[in-house]
Protein backbone atom coordinates (compact mmCIF):
# COMPACT_ATOMS: atom_id res chain seq x y z
CA UNK A 1 0.00 0.00 0.00
CA UNK A 2 1.59 3.93 -0.65
CA UNK A 3 2.03 6.23 1.69
CA UNK A 4 -0.68 8.56 0.07
CA UNK A 5 -3.70 6.08 0.29
CA UNK A 6 -5.16 7.82 3.16
CA UNK A 7 -4.59 11.16 1.24
CA UNK A 8 -4.97 10.11 -2.28
CA UNK A 9 -8.66 11.98 -2.74
CA UNK A 10 -6.95 15.32 -1.74
CA UNK A 11 -4.01 14.66 -3.95
CA UNK A 12 -6.10 13.75 -6.72
CA UNK A 13 -7.99 17.11 -6.67
CA UNK A 14 -4.86 18.82 -5.79
CA UNK A 15 -4.10 17.35 -9.14
CA UNK A 16 -7.33 18.39 -11.25
CA UNK A 17 -6.82 21.85 -9.67
CA UNK A 18 -3.19 21.60 -11.13
CA UNK A 19 -4.82 20.11 -14.38
CA UNK A 20 -6.90 22.58 -15.01
CA UNK A 21 -4.77 25.61 -13.97
CA UNK A 22 -2.47 24.35 -17.04
CA UNK A 23 -4.97 24.47 -19.50
CA UNK A 24 -5.63 28.04 -18.48
CA UNK A 25 -2.39 29.11 -19.33
CA UNK A 26 -2.36 26.96 -22.41
CA UNK A 27 -5.72 29.36 -23.34
CA UNK A 28 -3.88 32.30 -22.11
CA UNK A 29 -0.89 31.08 -24.66
CA UNK A 30 -3.15 31.02 -27.22
CA UNK A 31 -4.98 34.16 -27.12
CA UNK A 32 -1.87 36.26 -26.44
CA UNK A 33 -2.26 36.95 -22.63
CA UNK A 34 0.58 39.64 -21.70
CA UNK A 35 3.50 37.29 -21.14
CA UNK A 36 3.98 38.41 -17.10
CA UNK A 37 0.57 37.42 -16.76
CA UNK A 38 1.22 33.96 -18.09
CA UNK A 39 4.55 33.52 -16.02
CA UNK A 40 2.33 34.32 -12.83
CA UNK A 41 -0.01 31.56 -13.45
CA UNK A 42 2.79 29.14 -14.54
CA UNK A 43 4.48 30.26 -11.02
CA UNK A 44 1.04 29.72 -9.57
CA UNK A 45 1.06 25.93 -10.98
CA UNK A 46 4.91 25.08 -9.99
CA UNK A 47 4.48 25.66 -6.34
CA UNK A 48 0.82 23.80 -6.04
CA UNK A 49 3.02 20.88 -8.06
CA UNK A 50 5.92 21.70 -5.14
CA UNK A 51 3.10 21.24 -2.49
CA UNK A 52 1.81 17.89 -4.18
CA UNK A 53 5.65 16.85 -3.74
CA UNK A 54 6.31 17.84 -0.73
CA UNK A 55 3.01 15.72 0.59
CA UNK A 56 4.18 13.26 -1.04
CA UNK A 57 7.70 13.32 0.36
CA UNK A 58 6.16 13.42 3.88
CA UNK A 59 4.06 10.32 3.15
CA UNK A 60 6.86 8.21 2.02
CA UNK A 61 9.08 8.97 5.27
CA UNK A 62 6.62 8.58 7.84
CA UNK A 63 4.90 5.31 6.01
CA UNK A 64 7.02 4.15 3.67
CA UNK A 65 10.31 5.00 5.56
CA UNK A 66 9.27 3.80 8.84
CA UNK A 67 7.59 0.62 7.91
CA UNK A 68 10.71 -0.62 6.35
CA UNK A 69 13.13 0.68 8.88
CA UNK A 70 10.73 -1.51 10.98
CA UNK A 71 11.24 -4.57 8.89
CA UNK A 72 15.40 -4.55 8.68
CA UNK A 73 17.92 -1.75 9.22
CA UNK A 74 18.84 -2.56 5.23
CA UNK A 75 15.31 -2.22 4.49
CA UNK A 76 15.13 1.17 6.08
CA UNK A 77 18.62 2.34 4.51
CA UNK A 78 17.19 1.20 1.22
CA UNK A 79 14.10 3.47 1.16
CA UNK A 80 15.95 6.19 2.87
CA UNK A 81 18.64 6.24 -0.31
CA UNK A 82 15.67 6.20 -2.45
CA UNK A 83 13.66 9.48 -0.39
CA UNK A 84 17.37 10.96 -0.51
CA UNK A 85 17.24 10.19 -4.30
CA UNK A 86 14.21 11.90 -4.95
CA UNK A 87 15.01 14.68 -2.60
CA UNK A 88 18.16 15.36 -5.39
CA UNK A 89 15.73 15.26 -8.17
CA UNK A 90 13.03 17.76 -6.82
CA UNK A 91 15.56 20.47 -5.71
CA UNK A 92 17.57 20.31 -9.42
CA UNK A 93 14.21 20.71 -11.45
Do not use: F, N, W
Request: some cysteine; hydrophobic content about 40%; charged content about 30%.
Amino acid sequence: MAGYTGTKDEYLARLRRVEGQVRGIARMVDEDTYCIDVLTQVAAVTKALEAVSLGLLEDHLTHCVVDAARQSPEAGQAKIREASDAIARLVRS
